[in-house]
């Protein structure tokens, strides 16, 4: 367990991954320290990549109980924002945001020290692997309580010496703790297999287009089967364009003022419709 929360957010610049926000243990873990943060005047840094994934996670029509959280979250984060308790800072991103934590965390210094919360235990290792001992990895526990990341552990040489045995007369040491991956058919640790893959096959998959610009982009196993989401119709910088106000109007039935989107008015000048006049609430009181 970190020794004081207290300390390190104070010395630490802190960052946090899209699955430690939307863990069940995340409200108890902002009861705890937004209290502290306001204290220090410090603030939780969330990262481009993040941020895209969590409005990914809010558009998931299959999936609603996690598109009401996500939803939570990016509230949640607003208010932080405006409270000084969060900021939106980074790299320039990349399509993983893995990819830019072990980018940002192996510049970590003694004047600057990072600390990573994340549930993942694939990133905790890649940190832990930089060697660099101001970059720190904590995952969230039962209470929002923060537990230094432990690295990966290595099998002794006799014991790896005996899997391989095992494993060319197809036998297996243990079926409790080893597990074959259904794509590659290796066996790994039962505790490192996800929906019965290996985290090799997991970060692999297949490639598409993005549906505005043509981008090439990976959907990998992880999203199909572990999150059980669709193919990203479009790349990030699609997607946060798409995002954009084209225009305002006023409607002609309330009088109020709304938004319409680059996205929006893309989909209607294609089917050669007319942009609308009246906002969404009045839209769907009309058709019912």
């Given at each position: 367990?970190?020794?004081?929360?207290?300390?390190?957010?104070?010395?630490?610049?802190?960052?946090?991954?899209?699955?430690?926000?939307?863990?069940?243990?995340?409200?108890?873990?902002?009861?705890?320290?937004?209290?502290?943060?306001?204290?220090?005047?410090?603030?939780?840094?969330?990262?481009?990549?993040?941020?895209?994934?969590?409005?990914?996670?809010?558009?998931?029509?299959?999936?609603?109980?996690?598109?009401?959280?996500?939803?939570?979250?990016?509230?949640l984060l607003q208010v932080l924002e405006k409270e000084n308790l969060a900021m939106l800072a980074g790299v320039a991103e990349s399509n993983y945001a893995d990819a830019d934590f072990t980018k940002i965390l192996a510049c970590a210094s003694r004047k600057q020290p990072?600390?990573?919360?994340?549930?993942?235990?694939?990133?905790?290792?890649?940190?832990?692997?930089?060697?660099?001992?101001?970059?720190?990895?904590?995952?969230?526990?039962?209470?929002?309580?923060?537990?230094?990341?432990?690295?990966?552990?290595?099998?002794?040489?006799?014991?790896?010496?005996?899997?391989?045995?095992?494993?060319?007369?197809?036998?297996?040491?243990?079926?409790?703790?080893?597990?074959?991956?259904?794509?590659?058919?290796?066996?790994?640790?039962?505790?490192?297999?996800?929906?019965?893959?290996?985290?090799?096959?997991?970060?692999?998959?297949?490639?598409?287009?993005?549906?505005?610009?043509?981008?090439?982009?990976?959907?990998?196993?992880?999203?199909?089967?572990?999150?059980?989401?669709?193919?990203?119709?479009?790349?990030?910088?699609?997607?946060?364009?798409?995002?954009?106000?084209?225009?305002?109007?006023?409607?002609?039935?309330?009088?109020?003022?709304?938004?319409?989107?680059?996205?929006?008015?893309?989909?209607?000048?294609?089917?050669?419709?007319?942009?609308p006049k009246r906002c969404k609430d009045c839209r769907h009181k009309r058709r019912r």
């Amino acid at each position: 367990m970190l020794q004081d929360a207290v300390l390190y957010v104070k010395r630490t610049c802190i960052f946090i991954d899209t699955c430690s926000l939307l863990s069940e243990y995340s409200e108890a873990f902002w009861n705890q320290w937004i209290p502290t943060l306001r204290k220090s005047g410090q603030k939780i840094i969330i990262i481009p990549s993040v941020l895209n994934e969590l409005m990914r996670h809010r558009d998931n029509r299959k999936d609603k109980a996690l598109a009401r959280k996500a939803e939570n979250v990016l509230y949640l984060l607003q208010v932080l924002e405006k409270e000084n308790l969060a900021m939106l800072a980074g790299v320039a991103e990349s399509n993983y945001a893995d990819a830019d934590f072990t980018k940002i965390l192996a510049c970590a210094s003694r004047k600057q020290p990072m600390l990573l919360i994340t549930q993942d235990r694939e990133l905790a290792a890649k940190i832990h692997r930089l060697k660099n001992r101001h970059a720190i990895a904590a995952r969230l526990s039962e209470g929002g309580i923060l537990l230094k990341a432990k690295p990966e552990r290595k099998e002794p040489f006799l014991t790896r010496l005996w899997q391989g045995v095992c494993s060319f007369f197809g036998k297996k040491k243990d079926d409790r703790e080893a597990e074959t991956c259904r794509l590659c058919g290796k066996s790994w640790p039962a505790y490192r297999m996800k929906a019965h893959l290996c985290p090799e096959c997991l970060k692999k998959g297949t490639i598409h287009h993005c549906k505005r610009c043509g981008k090439d982009m990976l959907y990998t196993n992880y999203l199909k089967y572990v999150e059980k989401a669709e193919p990203f119709a479009y790349c990030d910088d699609c997607y946060r364009f798409r995002k954009k106000v084209f225009q305002y109007r006023t409607c002609q039935d309330c009088g109020c003022t709304f938004p319409i989107t680059q996205g929006e008015a893309e989909f209607y000048q294609d089917k050669g419709y007319e942009l609308p006049k009246r906002c969404k609430d009045c839209r769907h009181k009309r058709r019912r």
